[in-house]
Nanobody, 122 residues
Framework: QAQLVESGGGLVQAGGSLRLSCAAS????????MGWYRQAPGKQRELVAS???????NYADSVKGRFTIYRDNAKNTVTLQMNSLKPEDTAAYYC????????????????WGRGTQVTVSS
């Protein structure tokens, strides 16, 4: 089992910045992909950004040029730097870890964090 704990959400004015962090713990050997998803009220959860263990990144078109994702493989952390925030970025943001391998259990696992709220006022 692994746990993902997010931090860094909050309320910010349009044009402002926030940084979301996520730490994975729990006898982890490696994590293939870490990422951030978001879900606004009444909408489906969507990918915001993801990053592989080798550093390849993927961004939703709506956040390209404004958000940056990076990770620390040694610490099993992933961070999302969000700049030039817009009201439409308001959502609950969820950390995701995919392809998680544990030290003493075979298989690849998938985990979600509990989410952190980001609210952008106009």
């Amino acid at each position: 089992q692994a746990q993902l704990v997010e931090s860094g959400g909050g309320l910010v004015q349009a044009g402002g910045s926030l940084r979301l962090s996520c730490a994975a713990s729990g006898s982890i050997f490696s994590i293939n992909v870490m990422g951030w998803y978001r879900q606004a009220p009444g909408k489906q959860r969507e990918l915001v950004a993801s990053i592989t263990s080798s550093g390849s990144t993927n961004y939703a078109d709506s956040v390209k040029g404004r958000f940056t994702i990076y990770r620390d493989n040694a610490k099993n952390t992933v961070t999302l730097q969000m700049n030039s925030l817009k009201p439409e970025d308001t959502a609950a943001y969820y950390c995701n870890a995919d392809g998680v391998r544990h030290l003493s259990v075979l298989g690849n696992y998938h985990y979600w964090g509990r989410g952190t709220q980001v609210t952008v006022s106009s």
